[in-house]
């Protein structure tokens, strides 16, 4: 059981290069979480999915595009990468919400040059 | 909307010391609140959670009581340890909502 598995660890991409991000989660859960963690903003929601074939905005999505194809896999895309979008990236998975807790993967370091 | 406050940080305490991080919210109703931690290098993982008002969420030697009346949530441990050392974050989370998170505090812990 590996949880919430995140490819790749680390990615350097120059403006205007494209990529996506691979979340993976094997606990069938229904919903996926995309977000970016700053220094001093916590954790700010890219996208979410509340079940295959779903996708919705969050907090901050400009820039940034989502798939949920397959119920066990969230992609997060930027398709043109700016400096703004250096980020730790961390997906998460959860049965639902409210009381349901979230598991986090390992976290996505890009950096932006 | 909803949000959350939490203590700025960083907290650096020493080894034994007892450990308070503050955390307040505003919501709609009542939500369940939860504490995650993040270790050096790790994604987020939760420490504990309380559902509804008067419960009490513990874990790991670390208490958090929900406070209806005070719309509060405060982590609390009586003796931190070395490997205590990481950031904590406040979060809020209603049915049919997203998560919010707070900005996190981060505590150092020196022997």
């Known amino acids: 059981n590996a949880g919430v598995t995140q490819t790749p660890k680390f990615r350097v991409l120059k403006t205007g290069q494209s990529m996506t991000l691979l979340c993976a989660q094997d606990?069938?859960?229904?919903?996926m979480y995309w977000y970016r963690q700053d220094p001093g903003m916590g954790l700010r929601l890219i996208h979410y999915?509340?079940?295959?074939?779903?996708?919705a905005k969050g907090e901050v999505p400009d820039g940034y595009n989502v798939s949920r194809l397959k119920k066990q896999n969230f992609l997060l895309g930027l398709e043109s990468a700016a400096p703004s979008q250096t980020s730790v990236y961390f997906c998460?998975?959860?049965?639902?919400?409210?009381?349901?807790?979230?598991?986090f993967g390992p976290g996505t370091r890009l950096l932006v040059l | 909307g909803n949000s959350v406050t939490q203590m700025e940080g960083p907290v650096t305490l020493s080894e034994e010391a007892f450990l308070t991080i503050n955390c307040t919210y505003t919501?709609?109703?009542?939500?369940?609140l939860f504490w995650y931690v993040q270790y050096p290098g790790e994604g987020l993982q939760l420490l504990l959670k309380a559902t509804k008002a008067d419960d009490k969420g513990s874990n790991k030697g670390f208490e958090a009581t929900y406070r209806k009346e005070t719309t509060s949530f405060h982590l609390e441990k009586g003796s931190v340890q070395v490997s205590d050392s990481a950031v904590y974050f406040c979060a809020p989370n209603q049915a049919g909502t997203a998560l919010i998170f707070g900005k996190g505090t981060t505590l150092s812990v020196s022997s």
């Open positions: 999915s509340v079940g295959e074939g779903t996708t």
């Open positions: 606990m069938n859960h229904e919903y």
């Open positions: 998460a998975s959860s049965h639902g919400t409210g009381v349901e807790t979230q598991y």
């Open positions: 919501a709609t109703g009542y939500p369940s």
